[in-house]
C-alpha cells in the first residue's frame, strides 16, 4: 500500500513569507508526528497527534509554528514569517497508535525547506 | 528529560569488517528503543528495536541488546558491505509520551569495498 507521502518535496521561501507543508499518512495510521532534520539540530521532535488533537506540541520552537490534523488523517503544518534558522527537512511519520510505544513509525520522503 | 547519546561519525570501515556504533541513553522508566537507518537519498526506516531489558532486536544481519544496567543499545555488525553505507540513528521513546521518539546526533557509516 502506499506509504507517507509529504508535499511539496522542495520549497523555497523568502524570509518573513508563510509557508505550509502537508503531509498523507498511511491509512488507518492514527498518530502522527511532525519532525525536524537539521544539520545543527540533528532529529528534532516538532509534535504529536492522536487523531485530530495534538496532546503534545512541546516541540515547536515558537508561536511561528503551528499544525492541525483533520478527519484524523492529512496534516498542515504552517510556518509564519519565516526566518533562515528554519532552514531544515521537515519529516512526517504515522503509526498505527502512539499508545504503546513498539509500533513502528513510517517516515515520509520530508520537505526540504530552504528560507533565503 | 530524555536523551540519546551516539558515537560521532564519519565512520570508515573496509569491507567485511565489523561494526560497532555506540548508543546510550538517559530515560525515566523503562522506555523501547530503535534504531533507524537513512540510506543516501532515501527516507528514515526502522532497522530494529527492543522494548523491555535484555532484549535482542535484529534484521538484516544487524543486531542490539537492551541493556538497562549499562542505559546503552549499542549496534553491531559482523561483515559489513558496501550497501550498509547510510547514517544511522538510535533513538527512544517512552510510553507516557505518546511514542514520539528521541534520536541521537545520527552515525555516517561509509563501507569501502
Known amino acids: 500500500g502506499a506509504g507517507v507521502s509529504q508535499s511539496p518535496s522542495n520549497k523555497v521561501t523568502e524570509k518573513g513569507k508563510d509557508v505550509e507543508l502537508r503531509c498523507d499518512p498511511i491509512s488507518g495510521h492514527t498518530a502522527l508526528y511532525w519532525y525536524r532534520q537539521s544539520l545543527g539540530q540533528g532529529l528534532e521532535f516538532l509534535i504529536y497527534?492522536?487523531?485530530?488533537?495534538?496532546?503534545?506540541k512541546s516541540g515547536l520552537p515558537s508561536d511561528r509554528f503551528s499544525a492541525e490534523r483533520t478527519g484524523g488523517s492529512v496534516s498542515t503544518l504552517t510556518i509564519q514569517r519565516t526566518q533562515q534558522e528554519d532552514s531544515a527537512v521537515y519529516l512526517c511519520?504515522?503509526?498505527?497508535?502512539?499508545?504503546?510505544?513498539?509500533?513502528?513509525?513510517?517516515f515520509g520522503p520530508g520537505t526540504r525547506l530552504t528560507v533565503t | 528529560g530524555n536523551s540519546v547519546t551516539q558515537m560521532e561519525g564519519p565512520v570508515t570501515l573496509s569491507e567485511e569488517a565489523f561494526l560497532t556504533i555506540n548508543c546510550t541513553y538517559t530515560?525515566?522508566?523503562?522506555?523501547?528503543l530503535f534504531w533507524y537507518v537513512q540510506y543516501p537519498g532515501e527516507g528514515l526506516q526502522l532497522l530494529l528495536k527492543a522494548t523491555k531489558a535484555d532484549d535482542k532486536g535484529s534484521n538484516k544481519g544487524f543486531e542490539a541488546t537492551y541493556r538497562k544496567e549499562t542505559t546503552s543499545f549499542h549496534l553491531e555488525k559482523g561483515s559489513v558491505q558496501v550497501s550498509d553505507s547510510a547514517v544511522y540513528f538510535c533513538a527512544l521513546s517512552s510510553y507516557n509520551q505518546g511514542g514520539k521518539l528521541i534520536f541521537g546526533q545520527g552515525t555516517e557509516l561509509s563501507v569501502k569495498p
Open positions: 511519520a504515522s503509526s498505527r497508535t502512539g499508545q504503546p510505544p513498539t509500533y513502528e513509525q513510517y
Open positions: 530515560a525515566t522508566g523503562y522506555p523501547s
Open positions: 497527534f492522536q487523531g485530530n488533537s495534538a496532546p503534545d
